[in-house]
């Protein structure tokens, strides 16, 4: 039960307390959707940017991922019809979408990107997706010389791999 908002703050705060609960639903659907383990899952990883896609696919059981090769990011039909490929070849359960933020936590305006992309693929071929906070993952790997070529597939692995230990499945 919310009040009528008298001032911007009192809209921010409830904002930002609907956002909490809106946070706490996702991590419970997570948790249904990947509490059995004789059942386990794959899915399938994104780390989004607005010329190259990384891609990874993982499963539950071992915790792990792979990185796949890259998407070229050059127009919607190129992306989308890469990401459809994949998901009919790999068949993943769910997606996880890499969310970059600012080392404070704050949104930017990539963060809005990686948004709309998931939100565009939950809506194009009926996938459950989750977003995971990326801050990092590409510069954990961008000293490693074996990770050049593909650095936005690793840091998609990454991103699947921190996805998997922060659902404690």
Do not use: C
Request: glycine share 4%; proline share 4%.
């Amino acid at each position: 039960l919310f009040l009528i908002p008298h001032t911007p703050n009192d809209i921010s705060e409830q904002y930002k307390i609907l956002d909490l609960i809106y946070q706490a639903f996702q991590e419970r659907r997570v948790m249904h959707e990947l509490s059995n383990l004789n059942n386990p899952i794959t899915a399938l990883a994104f780390d989004y940017g607005t010329q190259r896609i990384g891609v990874a696919i993982g499963n539950s059981l071992t915790k792990s991922a792979e990185a796949l090769n890259q998407i070229n990011n050059s127009s919607e039909e190129t992306r989308f019809k890469a990401v459809e490929q994949l998901i009919l070849q790999w068949n993943p359960s769910i997606i996880v979408v890499g969310l970059p933020l600012y080392p404070d936590g704050a949104e930017h305006k990539m963060t809005q990107k990686a948004k709309r992309f998931g939100q565009q693929i939950e809506g194009r071929y009926s996938k459950s997706v989750y977003f995971v906070d990326e801050r990092y993952s590409s510069v954990v790997l961008e000293g490693e010389a074996q990770y050049h070529e593909s650095l936005d597939s690793h840091a998609a692995a990454l991103i699947l791999e921190q996805f998997f230990r922060e659902q404690k499945i």
